[in-house]
Antibody, heavy 128, light 110 residues
Framework: QVQLQQWGAGLLKPSETLSLTCAVY????????WSWIRQPPGKGLEWIGE???????NYNPSLKSRVTISVDTSKNQFSLKLTSVTAADTAVYYC??????????????????????WGKGTTVTVSS | SSELTQDPAVSVALGQTVRITCQGD??????ASWYQQKPGQAPVLVIY???NRPSGIPDRFSGSSSGNTASLTITEAQAEDEADYYC?????????????FGGGTKLTVL
C-alpha cells in the first residue's frame, strides 16, 4: 500500500522560505504525477503545483513566481519550496499522488485525473 | 474559465439521497474527481473518472456528468458521510493544464 510521509518546518517568519519534503513508500514512483496542495485555516483546497519523475513541473499561476518543486528519484521523494512567505501562506500543506487515464470512444479521448493518495498534512504557520 | 463552483452547504436527512454539484467550463473537457474531507483529516478520493470508486469507498457514492456540471450522489446517506466535499478537475486555459478545485460543499446529515 502506497504511503506518503511528509515533513518540514512548521513555523516561519515573514520573508522566509517554506521547505517541505514528501517521501513515497510502496508502489511506482515513475507512473504518476506528484502534487502539493494547501488549505488555509477554515478555507478550501488550493493546488500549488506538480512534478513527475523526470522533473517536468506545472505550477499554479498565482504562486508560480515563488514556487519550486523538485524531485529526487533516488529516494522517491519530492519537495516544495515557497519563497518570501507571508501570513497569507499559513495553511496545512498536503502532498498527493495523481493518477491519469483516459477513455476512448466515438473517435475521441476523454481524460481524467485523480489524487488517490494523500499525505497527512503539515501545518505551516507564518508569524513574526 | 478556471473556476469550479459548488454550493457552500447542503443537508440531507439520514437515509435519504443527496446530490452535490460542481459547475465549470473545464468539466466539458475533463471529468471531475471528488474528495471527502472530515475535520482534521486529509482529503480522501471518493469518485473519479466517469464513475469510479477507489477500493474501500462504499457503493452508495456515485458520480455523473453532463455538460459543464459534475455531480456526486450519496444514496441512503449515513451519519459518517457528514463532511466537506470538493470537486477538482483540470483547467485547459493557458499553456498548461492547471489543477482547479471547487470551493467545497459542507454536507450535514440530519
Amino acid at each position: 500500500q502506497v504511503q506518503l510521509q511528509q515533513w518540514g518546518a512548521g513555523l516561519l517568519k515573514p520573508s522566509e522560505t517554506l521547505s517541505l519534503t514528501c517521501a513515497v513508500y510502496g508502489g511506482s514512483f515513475t507512473n504518476y504525477y506528484w502534487s502539493w496542495i494547501r488549505q488555509p485555516p477554515g478555507k478550501g483546497l488550493e493546488w500549488i503545483g506538480e512534478i513527475n519523475h523526470s522533473g517536468s513541473t506545472n505550477y499554479n499561476p498565482s504562486l508560480k513566481s515563488r514556487v519550486t518543486i523538485s524531485v529526487d528519484t533516488s529516494k522517491n521523494q519530492f519537495s516544495l519550496k515557497l519563497t518570501s512567505v507571508t501570513a497569507a501562506d499559513t495553511a496545512v500543506y498536503y502532498c498527493a499522488r495523481e493518477g491519469r487515464s483516459h477513455y476512448y470512444g466515438s473517435g475521441t479521448y476523454s481524460y481524467y485525473y485523480y489524487m488517490d493518495v494523500w499525505g497527512k498534512g503539515t501545518t505551516v504557520t507564518v508569524s513574526s | 474559465s478556471s473556476e469550479l463552483t459548488q454550493d457552500p452547504a447542503v443537508s440531507v436527512a439520514l437515509g435519504q439521497t443527496v446530490r452535490i454539484t460542481c459547475q465549470g467550463d473545464s468539466l466539458r473537457s475533463y471529468y471531475a474527481s471528488w474528495y471527502q474531507q472530515k475535520p482534521g483529516q486529509a482529503p480522501v478520493l471518493v469518485i473519479y473518472g466517469k464513475n469510479n470508486r477507489p477500493s474501500g469507498i462504499p457503493d452508495r457514492f456515485s458520480g455523473s456528468s453532463s455538460g459543464n456540471t459534475a455531480s456526486l450522489t450519496i444514496t441512503e446517506a449515513q451519519a459518517e458521510d457528514e463532511a466537506d466535499y470538493y470537486c477538482n478537475s483540470r483547467d485547459s486555459s493557458g499553456n498548461h493544464l492547471n489543477v482547479v478545485f471547487g470551493g467545497g460543499t459542507k454536507l450535514t446529515v440530519l
